[in-house]
């Protein structure tokens, strides 16, 4: 008696195959290319093109020129037959008129929109065929316009070019351009600084207050000297976040010639905060010697005050003489000192006395 024919597995694969399509579309070839589907997975994916055989029973999808996707038919919940994008963009290449160049741009848009963007490089090649200039197939297809000729954005990286605000430049003039747009936003932060709305006022501060960007380094410098006390002040304020290297001697000698109060607090604030000990030095220095500038003077007093220095006291000993600064030198040597206010003759008895006890004396808080 003869056995069962056995089936070979490609037979039985062609077979699960068939028996799946015949349920959900009908009766399928089971080799060559396929009706055109759209293809729903069953992890909600959608695949949508040319569907043929490939190799161990599977089907490959032709979404775009050049590019498949093969899947499992055990990964397919639902076919719906219908044309491959594809072919319908062939179809219609056809019928179209070898010089009409607005039904290739209507083509081109329609490939990208179906997701063929191989395929729509070729129609947007038509399109320069008929208009080698039209702007929008020379971005698709990789050119940019550069100095009035179009050139590959590849070959303008190669020299080291950069798109920056839509033109290609270089690195020099890419800073160049946002120290040029950092500039203006800064001036016009300046501007809202003395804006009456106060919500308008407060936040532009801020924002000054918060700079940082090397590139407006120059502008900031260029402000300490404005008419405006309001604009110095808040410039000064901002080279506060910069290296004391870069900007502590600048801003130290316009605080000598300051003239308005206000703009001195601030900046000897700023001074303060930025915790370099030549500040320290500088102040003694020009303690010792203040010259005869009533400016120069006041200055030197709001610095002494704001960055307490141990080197500043002899100096303030010696003013204690002076018939115009004596009282406030001797306020202020009371309040860095943090003793109650003596005369002339007090003031040298204890510097006599307790002078040399300074290192150990004055504690953390003061500038060395």
């Given at each position: ?348 008895l204890w510097w006599t006395e307790f002078g040399g006890r300074l290192e150990v004396d004055l504690g953390s808080g003061w500038v060395q």
């Open positions: 008696m003869r056995g069962p024919s056995l089936t070979s597995e490609a037979d039985r694969r062609k077979s699960v195959i068939g028996t799946l399509f015949v349920g959900l579309v009908g009766v399928v070839p089971l080799s060559g290319s396929l009706p055109a589907d759209q293809i729903l997975l069953k992890n909600g994916h959608r695949l949508e093109g040319r569907v043929e055989i490939a190799e161990e029973g599977r089907l490959r999808v032709l979404i775009d020129e050049g590019q498949s996707v093969v899947v499992d038919p055990a990964q397919i919940m639902q076919r719906i037959p219908g044309e491959a994008p594809l072919d319908v963009l062939e179809r219609r290449l056809e019928r179209s008129p070898r010089d009409d160049r607005e039904r290739y741009i209507e083509l081109g848009h329609w490939a990208e929109e179906a997701g063929m963007r191989r395929a729509a490089r070729r129609v947007w090649r038509e399109v320069l065929r008929l208009d080698p200039h039209h702007a929008g197939a020379r971005n698709r297809l990789g050119f940019a316009l550069h100095r009035n000729r179009w050139v590959r954005r590849e070959e303008l990286a190669a020299q080291g070019l950069k798109l920056f605000r839509g033109t290609w430049m270089t690195e020099a003039e890419i800073e160049a351009q946002r120290s040029e747009e950092g500039v203006a936003e800064l001036e016009a932060l300046l501007a809202d600084a003395g804006h009456d709305n106060r919500f308008v006022r407060e936040g532009a501060m801020l924002r000054i207050l918060e700079i940082s960007d090397p590139a407006l380094l120059p502008a900031l410098r260029a402000r300490l000297t404005d008419l405006d006390p309001l604009r110095r002040m808040l410039a000064g304020r901002a080279l506060g976040n910069y290296p004391f290297d870069t900007v502590g001697a600048d801003l130290y000698r316009v605080f000598l010639a300051e003239s308005r109060t206000e703009v001195r607090s601030g900046w000897a604030a700023t001074l303060r905060a930025m915790g370099d000990r030549r500040v320290a030095g500088w102040l003694a220095r020009d303690l010792s010697d203040p010259g005869d500038d009533p400016t120069r003077r006041r200055s030197l007093l709001t610095l002494a005050e704001a960055c307490p220095a141990r080197a500043a006291i002899p100096p303030l000993i010696d003013w204690i003489s002076d018939p115009s600064w004596g009282p406030p030198a001797s306020r202020l040597l009371a309040t860095l000192l943090g003793v109650h206010e003596k005369s002339e003759s007090e003031w040298r």
